[in-house]
């Protein structure tokens, strides 16, 4: 596990709130993230900003989910869910197994079956 002066160093805000347990040791959040709130937790193949900066707060992610950019609040992303560059997505939003977005998707108070995709 990577302590949180560890993300400083590499660019990373981790809010003080945010349990580092609860951040798979393999992850990969690229500089200019910010990783916030309690509730929030990684799992593990997961890679966030790899596009532009992401700002999470209070979601939940499983194994290999890709963020590639935008704010992320309150939301839940199953295994293997994506999210192009721009999403602005917030609570009540779920994205199961294997479902995605493409860029710029705004989404809210949203359920996403298993292999859904969303358009730009």
Wanted: glycine share 16%.
């Amino acid at each position: 596990m990577r302590s949180k002066s560890d993300w400083l160093l590499q660019g990373v805000h981790i809010g003080d709130e945010v349990d580092g347990a609860r951040i798979a040791p393999d992850v990969v959040i690229h500089p200019g993230c910010r990783i916030q709130g309690s509730e929030t937790s990684i799992g593990p193949g997961s890679v966030l900003g790899a596009e532009s900066p992401v700002t999470l707060e209070n979601s939940q992610l499983g194994r290999a989910v890709k963020l590639k950019g935008g704010y992320f609040s309150g939301s839940v992303f199953f295994d293997g869910a994506n999210m192009g560059d721009g999403a602005h997505v917030r609570a009540g939003t779920i994205l199961e197994e294997e479902a995605n977005g493409a860029h710029t998707v705004g989404l809210k108070q949203t359920i996403f079956l298993p292999f859904v995709t969303a358009g730009s």
